[in-house]
């Protein structure tokens, strides 16, 4: 089963911040937190990971709890391409990856 | 980020023949590679974990002489379906896990996924 709560569907207006919330609250403390994303009919696409600190990429920020029981994926500026669903992962380094269900982003224009 | 390729992109087979579908990392070594399919608005079920030189590990339900894995190099990874049939028609999608990427968490990279049509 996926270690993760994840709503199962969000939407954000074109231009804003999309914040997609994630609760992990039985992760280790060898386990990172990964997002990735899957566009229609596409792989998964990494987004971002982290272990304890918050992260920033050119994609995305991840803001992990300090008890790191939770975390929020934001995208900055969200455009209709971002449309997509996102999946929040935990997992150890040398872990395979199990997918729950994801929450399923809208972009409205 | 590391690109992982699969190929064929899109398949159509008849039903009872095989057909291979190839996943490679391109600008990586991988160890492990690992199997995954996903029916339409579902999401994506692991099927099996690929290691470098010896036999794949499969998932509970998997039938291994159906779906025959191999990874014969540290780039490459193959998926067989044998004997084919109209439901496993779905969309199959590989990915890399990176070797020895330091302290940051051997981060796992996706194909671009493969559709498969049994006729």
């Known amino acids: 089963d996926a270690k993760t709560t994840q709503p199962p569907s969000m939407d954000c207006a074109e231009g804003r911040a999309a914040n997609l919330p994630c609760n992990h609250s039985t992760i280790s403390g060898n386990e990172y937190v990964y997002w990735y994303r899957q566009i229609h009919s596409q792989g998964p696409q990494y987004i971002i990971h982290g272990l304890k600190n918050n992260e920033t990429n050119e994609m995305a920020s991840l803001i992990i709890t300090e008890d790191r029981k939770s975390s929020t994926l934001i995208l900055p500026h969200a455009t209709l391409r971002d449309t997509a669903v996102y999946y929040c992962i935990v997992r150890a380094r040398d872990d395979k990856i199990i997918f729950g269900k994801g929450t399923r982003l809208h972009i409205l224009p | 980020g590391a690109v992982v390729s699969q190929h064929p992109s899109r398949v159509i087979c008849k039903s009872g023949t095989s057909v291979k579908i190839e996943c490679r990392s391109l600008d990586f070594q991988a160890t492990t590679m690992f199997w995954y399919r996903q029916f339409p608005k579902q999401s994506l079920m692991l099927m099996a974990t690929s290691n470098e030189g010896s036999k794949a590990t499969y998932e509970q339900g998997v039938e291994k002489d159906k779906f025959l894995i191999n990874h014969a190099s540290l780039t490459l990874s193959t998926l067989t379906v044998t004997s084919a049939h109209p439901e496993d028609s779905s969309f199959y999608i590989c990915?890399?896990?990176?070797?020895?990427?330091?302290?940051?968490?051997?981060?796992?990279?996706f194909g671009e996924g493969s559709w498969l049509t049994v006729v």
């Open positions: 990915s890399a896990r990176e070797s020895d990427s330091g302290v940051s968490g051997n981060t796992i990279y």
